[in-house]
C-alpha cells in the first residue's frame, strides 16, 4: 500500500523521504499510535481470557521478545526493510521456544543457533518454526491435539499482536519500550470501566493505550527526543499509572483488578 511504501521510506532514508514530500512526522505518529492501540488490544484479550487486569506482571518484559520476534521475522532494526508475516512467525518462534525448550532444559544457544540458517529470514523462521513444532509433538503426545492448538493461539495472540505493532515502529528505524506497560495500564482502564459496560471498557482501554502511542510520537517528532528515551519514560509512567489506578480502587496494595460486564 501507498502508506506501507511511506513507512518503509521514512525508516530506509528519513531526509530523503522529506525531500519527495512524504509527511515524515505524521508517519511516526502513526506507528507510535497504531503500536499504542495494538498494545490496548492485547490488553482488552488479556483481560478476556483471565477476567481480570493484572498491572504488576502483565506485559513484564515483552518488550524485549517483542523485538525479537520482529527481528527473528526478518525485519532490519535499523528500519527500511519489514515482513508482517515474518514477524508473525517470530513472535510464534519465541514463545514456543520459551514454553518448550527451555521449559525442558535444552540450553538457550541451540535454540539461537536454529535461526543461523543461510535463508532469508522469513523462511528461516518458518523453518525453525516446524521444527519447534515436531519436537514438540513428539515430546508432548496432545501437544498437536485441537484444544492444545486452540490454547496455544489465544494466549500467544496478545504477544503477537504487540510484535506487530513493534514492527511498524521498528520499519521507521524506532523504538518502543513502552509496549508491556501500555497494555498492561489498557487492560487495568477497561477493567475499571467495565461495570458501566463491556462498549465504555473496551472503548477506554483502546483510547488509553492509542493514546500513549500517540504521545509517544509526539514527543519524538515534536520535541526531538530519541525514541529510546521517550518510549522509556513511557514505560514507567503508564506502570506507575496502572499500579497506582489498581491500588486506589482495591484500597491498598496493588492487585489483580476483576473485570466484570454487568
Known amino acids: 500500500?501507498?502508506?506501507?511504501?511511506?513507512?518503509?521510506?521514512?525508516?530506509?532514508?528519513?531526509?530523503?523521504?522529506?525531500?519527495?514530500?512524504?509527511?515524515?512526522?505524521?508517519?511516526r505518529l502513526f506507528v507510535y499510535g497504531f503500536s499504542g492501540f495494538c498494545c490496548s488490544i492485547a490488553g482488552l484479550n488479556s483481560i478476556a481470557m483471565n477476567s481480570a487486569a493484572d498491572a504488576m506482571w502483565m506485559g513484564y518484559l515483552i518488550e524485549l521478545?517483542?523485538?525479537?520476534?520482529?527481528?527473528?521475522?526478518?525485519?532490519?532494526?535499523?528500519?527500511?526493510?519489514?515482513?508482517?508475516?515474518?514477524?508473525?512467525?517470530g513472535a510464534f518462534i519465541i514463545q514456543l521456544v520459551g514454553y518448550t525448550l527451555i521449559g525442558n532444559g535444552v540450553p538457550d544457544a541451540v535454540g539461537i543457533k536454529m535461526?543461523?540458517?543461510?535463508?532469508?529470514?522469513?523462511l528461516a523462521a518458518t523453518l525453525a518454526l516446524v521444527l519447534i513444532l515436531i519436537f514438540a509433538?513428539?515430546?508432548?503426545?496432545?501437544?498437536?491435539?485441537?484444544?492444545?492448538?486452540?490454547?496455544?493461539?489465544?494466549?500467544?495472540?496478545?504477544?503477537?499482536?504487540?510484535?506487530?505493532?513493534?514492527?511498524?515502529?521498528?520499519?521507521?528505524?524506532?523504538?518502543?519500550?513502552?509496549?508491556?506497560?501500555?497494555?498492561?495500564?489498557?487492560?487495568?482502564?477497561?477493567a475499571i470501566l467495565s461495570p458501566y459496560g463491556i462498549v465504555l471498557g473496551v472503548l477506554g482501554g483502546i483510547l488509553i493505550g492509542f493514546l500513549a502511542g500517540f504521545i509517544n510520537g509526539l514527543v519524538i517528532t515534536k520535541l526531538n527526543i530519541a525514541p529510546f528515551i521517550a518510549t522509556?519514560?513511557?514505560?514507567?509512567?503508564?506502570?506507575?499509572a496502572a499500579l497506582f489506578i489498581t491500588g486506589i480502587v482495591l484500597g491498598g496494595q496493588p492487585a489483580n483488578l476483576p473485570v466484570s460486564y454487568d
Open 137 to 190: 509433538g513428539l515430546r508432548y503426545p496432545g501437544f498437536l491435539g485441537s484444544y492444545n492448538i486452540l490454547t496455544v493461539l489465544q494466549y500467544n495472540s496478545m504477544f503477537c499482536l504487540i510484535s506487530i505493532g513493534m514492527c511498524f515502529v521498528i520499519m521507521t528505524g524506532g523504538i518502543d519500550l513502552s509496549v508491556g506497560t501500555v497494555a498492561a495500564l489498557g487492560s487495568v482502564v477497561a
Open 65 to 89: 521478545d517483542a523485538i525479537a520476534a520482529v527481528v527473528i521475522g526478518g525485519t532490519l532494526l535499523s528500519g527500511g526493510k519489514a515482513t508482517i508475516i515474518g514477524t508473525i512467525l
Open 1 to 27: 500500500t501507498v502508506l506501507g511504501k511511506q513507512i518503509l521510506a521514512v525508516g530506509g532514508n528519513e531526509k530523503a523521504s522529506n525531500l519527495t514530500g512524504i509527511p515524515t512526522k505524521r508517519i
Open 115 to 122: 535461526f543461523n540458517f543461510k535463508f532469508s529470514a522469513p
Open 232 to 240: 522509556l519514560a513511557m514505560l514507567l509512567i503508564a506502570k506507575g
